[in-house]
C-alpha cells in the first residue's frame, strides 16, 4: 500500500508521515534518498535524523527504491523531489528518461507488499522557476507526483503542518 504525502517546504509533512508509520509499526524503515550536496545541507539531514528515535531503522538509497527488499515493512521515503534529482542530474537533464526511470522504480514498489509512506513536494504551487533546467525540473517532479498519487491508497497534502486527505 502507497500513501502519498506531498506539500510545500517545511509544511509538516515529514513528521506527519513519521507519526502515522509508527501508528503502523514499532519498527519502521527509514528511505533516505538524498545524496548529501553541501554543509548546509549535511545539517539538515543531520536534524531529520536527531527526529527519530531507536525504534527506526534508516537505509540510504539514492536511486533504486523500487529494487529494496523492503516487503512486509513499514517504510517512510523521503524524498521524492531529492530522489527526482538524483535522476535529473544523473540523466544529464533528461525529462523524459527520468520520468521513464523514476515510474519504473514506483511501479516496483507499487507491486511489493508493505506500507510505503511517500514523501513530495508540490513545486508548482510555488514561484514560478526562473531557468529552463529548473521549470523543466517542476514539470517532471508534477508528473511524477501524478503518478504516484495514481497509485496510493491515500494521498495527504500538507499546508501549515495540518494534514488535509486528498484520498
Given at each position: ?125 510555488g514561484i514560478h522557476a526562473r531557468t529552463h533546467t529548473a521549470r523543466k525540473f517542476t514539470e517532471l517532479q508534477g508528473w511524477i507526483n501524478q503518478h ?20
Open positions: 500500500m502507497i500513501i502519498f504525502i506531498t506539500g510545500g517546504e517545511r509544511s509538516g509533512k515529514s513528521s506527519f508521515a513519521q507519526k502515522l508509520a509508527l501508528e503502523y509499526s514499532n519498527s519502521p524503515l527509514y528511505i533516505a534518498t538524498s545524496r548529501i550536496w553541501d554543509d548546509d545541507f549535511d545539517k539538515r539531514v543531520e536534524r531529520h535524523k536527531s527526529d527519530r528515535d531507536e525504534r527506526w531503522t534508516t537505509i540510504e538509497e539514492e536511486k533504486k527504491i523500487g529494487e529494496l527488499e523492503i516487503e512486509g515493512k513499514v517504510s517512510v521515503i523521503d524524498c521524492v523531489t531529492l530522489w527526482l534529482t538524483n535522476y535529473y542530474i544523473d540523466t544529464k537533464q533528461n525529462v523524459e528518461e527520468s520520468l521513464s526511470l523514476t515510474k519504473e522504480q514506483i511501479d516496483k514498489l507499487a507491486e511489493k507488499e508493505g506500507t510505503f509512506i511517500i514523501i513530495s513536494n508540490e513545486l508548482g504551487m504516484i498519487a495514481a497509485k496510493a491508497k491515500e494521498a495527504y497534502l500538507m499546508v501549515s503542518g495540518i494534514p488535509m486527505k486528498l484520498k
